[in-house]
């Protein structure tokens, strides 16, 4: 296992400053791009991360460490951002996200999990049991992958541009 | 054909700092992760992507732009970085990727270039002819395309950690 809460949360901690980073007052056109019908751009992305902050990763923690006895998760809804998102442009996103994430981040930290918390179980509605620190695994790889994602959706963008150098990207070379 | 010069230096322009924001002063560990033998950690991708500065992509530019007759590229080393990366730490590398990017592009922004400029040829050594719009969009995709790798990278490093949601991140499902 290569878990460790300090690193994960080094990770959580700069995710909001990446995507301000490249996508702040950045051409509204890179953020909307998306690969086709019913896939996400970057600004569909970031609505569904600020979900993610809203209902999913601390209220999840919240259940595994909590009193209750029924330890069952909230489904996560995968297209919440659809609706929450209207009207807002992308910097706005972008400050809604690095605010939730920096209140996650104080209340993870103000917990000083021990190795016996992180062993401590929920109940996923769909995977079954699933312990603290396989939440907190996920949660710090889901940025990541979402970062992945957002790249690759960038980079699929100028398939046709790239001429014959299509051959030397890997994400372009089986479109 | 989505290529346009302003949008490419605006991603070209904010990928140092896009690195900058992930690896500055981070655990180590993060950075030197790869996918196992004779494959890329964040550190080798940062020296392979100054390597590209000092003799990928201006120099090439100038090759297109330039009187010379012939127009065939210098063949790239793709692992000049293991060389010359030696004895440096990620932030010397963060910095110098910096400001030579910085130099590769006020270099591109003083030619102000028509798009006639953009339609001139040089020849790949493998590829053949390619035009400097084909250049300019690979340079723009090739840095997304490594954002790309090092996020899938990080991914995997806890692909043991995440339990069941293996099944949930598109990275981790056919390991």
Same mark, same amino acid.
């Given at each position: 296992m290569n878990f460790n809460l300090d690193k994960s949360i080094k990770i959580l901690e700069r995710t909001p400053a990446v995507f301000k980073t490249l996508?702040?007052?950045?051409?509204a056109n890179w953020a909307n791009i998306?690969?086709?019908?019913r896939t996400w751009s970057a600004y569909d992305i970031l609505g569904h991360l600020i979900h993610g902050e809203q209902t999913d990763w601390i209220p999840r923690a919240e259940i595994i460490l909590?009193? @209750?006895?029924? !330890?069952t998760f909230e489904p996560f809804d995968r297209f919440a951002q659809e609706k929450l998102s209207? @009207? !807002?442009?992308m910097e706005d996103l972008l400050e809604e996200f690095a605010s939730l994430r920096e209140s996650s981040l104080n209340q993870l930290k103000s917990w000083k999990l021990s190795e016996e918390d992180l062993d401590k179980i929920g109940v996923h509605p769909d995977l079954g049991e699933v312990s603290l620190r396989q939440l907190l695994s996920t949660w710090t790889v889901h940025d990541l992958a979402h970062i992945n994602q957002m790249s690759r959706v960038m980079v699929k963008h100028y398939a046709n541009d790239v001429g014959p150098w299509k051959n030397y990207i890997r994400i372009l070379k089986d479109l």
């Open positions: 996508f702040y007052e950045l051409d998306n690969e086709g019908p909590g009193d @209750g006895s029924d !330890k209207q @009207g !807002k442009t």
